[in-house]
């Protein structure tokens, strides 16, 4: 299967600076959770089928070259666990001319990553990586608006309510508690210890008045702000009907997607995409599931009523008040259909 995905990514021209960073991995779940998190990898196995190894895939690279493929548009990254690994890709690109960038550090010791839960921490990872070699975006503003400056034009300090204005006016956050939840790709997630804020801080100081006390004392100033401050009853205020994918909002009366719209302060998201247009298409997959079903739920009904009550719960709507009770003899596959739910 992973042999489709590089053979995909050479046929289609990269759009966007991500678009053009290929990751390579020798670790199967983190390539997906790069994948998941909006970015290319491909995972390089040995003896398993439908992967290439590096030396297989080093041969595929050989043979489509001057074949009309996109790969001269890749940046490629070998982060793999083992030196050797790295070491044979780099030498490989280098030999062959084809852009390549170091990534060994990216996800050492950092084997975590390939978990679900970390996914926000992987994208900022990422992002990050790929941004010292992009620069910063063309809108950037000016850094001097925040820095006060003395007669002789050298800079003495920042002004910290020029940059507390500015974050409020462009990053899309709110504070609940002492917890800030920062925007991204329509939901709200957590940002322990303001890491991420933090960061947004530090992108508006020169290198030369970067300070840890400076930055705390920004992020205090920033956090303290009434009209950042949020309560329960304001997130996830959407409609009830609409559930929020990583694709946009369904609406379930319509039918439909939106667009997301960071007022809404959704903090739950489904992590997956979705396309109504190929729900009955998707129908006629998921025969594990399906078998599983006919195990462990075998009358009809009682699968759709399951189908039915997993989809209430992708929702925020709470009128019909109801509770699914599973019940049956132990080894029957109650834990696994309520992991299937979760």
């Not at 979705?274 to 006629?284: C, I, N, T, W």
Request: charged residues 20%.
């Amino acid at each position: 299967m992973n042999k489709n995905f590089l053979e995909h990514y050479m046929n289609i021209k990269p759009e966007t600076p991500e678009q053009k960073y290929l990751f390579l991995t020798d670790n199967q779940e983190l390539a997906f959770s790069i994948i998941a998190a909006g970015h290319r990898a491909i995972a390089l196995l040995d003896h398993a089928d439908g992967f290439y190894n590096p030396e297989t895939f080093a041969a595929y690279m050989t043979g489509i070259t001057c074949t009309g493929t996109y790969q001269m548009d890749y940046f490629y990254v070998p982060a793999c666990s083992t030196k050797k690994c790295n070491d044979f890709l780099e030498d490989f690109f280098q030999k062959n001319y084809l852009h390549y960038r170091k990534g060994w550090m990216i996800f050492k010791n950092k084997e975590y990553l390939e978990k679900l839960e970390y996914q926000q921490e992987l994208k900022t990872l990422l992002s990050d990586y790929i941004q010292r070699f992009e620069g910063r975006p063309a809108n950037s503003p000016d850094l001097s608006r925040f820095h006060r400056y003395n007669e002789q034009g050298k800079r003495i300090g920042v002004f910290d309510m020029e940059i507390v204005d500015y974050l409020i006016q462009t990053i899309s956050f709110f504070m609940l508690g002492n917890t800030p939840y920062l925007y991204e790709l329509g939901c709200y997630h957590e940002d322990r210890g303001g890491i991420r804020l933090k960061s947004h801080i530090q992108k508006l100081i020169f290198r030369d008045c970067i300070k840890a006390t400076t930055i705390q004392s920004i992020y205090n100033l920033l956090i303290s702000q009434p009209q950042v401050q949020k309560n329960f009853s304001n997130l996830n205020n959407q409609p009830a009907h609409w559930i929020n994918f990583q694709n946009g909002y369904f609406d379930v009366i319509e039918w439909k997607m939106l667009e997301h719209d960071a007022k809404y302060l959704i903090i739950n998201q489904i992590p997956f995409s979705f396309y109504p247009e190929q729900a009955e298409a998707a129908l006629a997959g998921g025969q594990t599931i399906q078998k599983y079903l006919d195990f462990s739920l075998p009358d009809k009904t009682d699968q759709q009523t399951f189908w039915q009550y997993l989809g209430y719960c992708m929702t925020t709507d709470t009128r019909f008040q109801k509770f699914l009770m599973i019940k049956g003899r132990g080894g029957t596959g109650k834990s696994v259909i309520i992991s299937l739910a979760q």
